[in-house]
């Protein structure tokens, strides 16, 4: 959604001056450089500290993704027309020079987690190298993230090709808010896994005191435009005020009929031991492509049924919150983030799984359990 809204800013100086769409470009790309930095430089931090941290740790915090649900929300009820500030840089995120910084920025921190899969060898390499490699390697990756809109921005053949600016702009803009009304709703759905039914209602209370607030401060007078201001700063407050619960919810018994339970080094001992083969599946809530292959692959009935035929158990680690545990098993095996699939088979011994690919198919997944 937010590259769509930095999409619709070209477009609307498609037909200017190139120099306009090419500032945004690179500012855009500042952005992006100096949140890769900023994120590589808190990896080494916390790595230099001794503690387990990988690659889209920032989202493991609920107070961020709380934060990053009020904002998506806030940017949908703008582009929907619900407000409008004709100087800030929620006006047009992604529109303007200024906001085309911030717009960079904030696509590296909500799209992080769902870059791992295509940077998980370099991104596994990068944290095992010195502080001056791993750098230099995050600031390639974020040449990479930029490159794209940046060289869109060099390309005047394919911005000339857009519709000239018009009405159709303000379709197109509220048409934009629903993606950010849906990343709103995944982020209160990741908040309600990390923070439990308590951490739920405290989000939702935010997000109704927030829209009053918005509401409120469109008023002419004073006081309730202070009301307003009481009720916005309420709202911004609520995510730090959101605890983490312990989960539980990955652990349950497949409906399917095969057992799945939560991930530990022990219970891949113990299954093996009874000569069963053991599927893991390190996830999280927050991980877009975790869920695309449990929703496209693990939980159909092709494979639901590859794994009683073969008496597979499924272990779940959960990474939607912090667990060095799982941080550990990911960095043995190269990884710095999720998903990360392991299958051990009946004969196999316990520190020679086979790794599998990060995007799943059903055929691949059928033919390994029944051994095809």
Known sequence: PIISIKALGFARHAHSAHTVVRRQGWLY???????????????????????????????????????????????ALNLIGAFDI??????????????????????????????????????????AQSSLVTVFIFMGLASGFAAPVLLLSYAPALLSKLPAPGPWMESFKQLLAFPMFGAAVW????????????????????MLALAFAIWLLKRERRAVKGIGALGLATALIVPFMLTTVSQGSAAQTSDAGYTVEAWSPQNVREYQAQGRAVFVDFT????????????????????????????TVMLIGDWTNKND????????????????????????????????????????????????
């Open 325 to 372: 545990a799982i941080a550990q098993e990911l960095a043995r095996f190269g990884r710095a983030g999720v998903p990360l699939y392991l299958y051990y088979g009946p004969q196999n011994n316990a520190q020679n799984p086979v790794v599998l690919p990060q995007i799943l198919t059903q055929t691949g997944l059928t033919s390994m359990l029944l051994n095809e």
């Open 29 to 75: 790309g500042a952005g992006v450089f100096v949140t890769f930095l900023a994120l590589t430089l808190i990896l080494l931090a916390v790595k230099a500290g001794g503690a387990q941290i990988g690659w889209g740790f920032q989202m493991q915090s609920p107070w961020l993704v709380g934060l990053l649900a009020l904002l998506m929300f806030t940017v």
């Open 86 to 127: 004709s100087a800030g840089a929620l006006t047009n995120l992604g529109g303007g020079t200024q906001s085309a910084f911030w717009t960079g920025a904030l696509a590296v921190i909500v799209a992080t987690p769902c870059s791992a899969p295509f940077m998980a060898g370099a991104v596994g390499y990068a944290l």
């Open 187 to 206: 982020l209160v759905w990741v908040v309600s896994l990390q923070t439990g039914h308590k951490g739920l209602l405290q989000i939702l209370c935010a």
């Open 284 to 311: 999280a809530a927050w991980c877009v492509t975790c869920k695309v292959n449990e929703l496209g692959s693990l939980k159909s009935k092709a494979v639901s049924q590859a794994f009683i035929q073969s008496n």
